[in-house]
């Protein structure tokens, strides 16, 4: 489980497809403490660490299946793409943002990019599967981040970055076409299935 609250800004340094798809992935991280089959969302993407290393800088191996691939954005990844880190919660850490499972529901699409003042204003398009999960003032986790909805209005939804936020995550950078990691509020998922039941 993970908060959406990301720890490291991680850099892809090798991929290679053997089988299933392998990334090496730039940290700051002390890998000192990381384990072998430890779990780290990489934009949002829970993943398992494989193989560790320090040279020429610190960095993990994640082995990711042609499934995870077909749900997920990582179908474009390539050596020197950015990417949001987030180690998995451990018993009483501070949970900052909301629960993440880093099992991603779905890819969103970034149709507006606009400044207001220091912050940064997307308007996202959800696949219309995942649209009525998704409601203003509730919560997402796009490419691993824990956000706020703002509006809604039909599969489009806003979202506003401040300026910390921008800083600290790979959200600086965004724009208009990019394909983002969505997953869906775990709670928002159970109420809708309550109201099938109904």
């Excluded at 993970?2 to 053997?18: A, K, N, S, Y």
């Amino acid at each position: 489980m993970f908060t959406g609250i990301v720890t490291d800004i991680g850099r892809i340094i090798e991929l290679e497809q053997q089988g299933d798809l392998r990334a090496r992935i730039a940290t700051g991280y002390d890998i000192s403490g990381i384990d072998i089959g430890a779990s780290i969302a990489c934009d949002g993407v829970c993943l398992t660490v494989i193989a560790l290393g320090e040279q020429p800088e610190p960095w993990f191996d994640v082995q990711i299946s042609a499934e995870t691939v077909s749900k997920t954005n990582l179908d474009a990844w390539k050596v020197d793409k950015r990417l949001n880190l987030e180690r998995a919660l451990k018993v009483g850490d501070e949970l900052g943002g909301h629960i993440v499972s880093g099992h991603v529901d779905g890819v969103a699409e970034v149709v507006a990019v606009r400044d207001e003042g220091d912050s940064t204003r997307v308007t996202l398009r959800a696949p219309e599967a995942l649209a009525k999960f998704i409601a203003p003032k509730g919560s997402v986790a796009l490419n691993g981040t824990s956000l706020t909805v703002n509006e809604v209005e039909g599969r489009d939804f806003g979202i506003n970055f401040i300026p910390h936020t921008k800083e600290v995550t790979t959200w600086g950078g965004v724009a208009v076409g990019d394909r983002v990691n969505l997953e869906i509020d775990t709670l928002a998922r159970y109420v809708a299935r309550l109201q099938d039941w109904a």
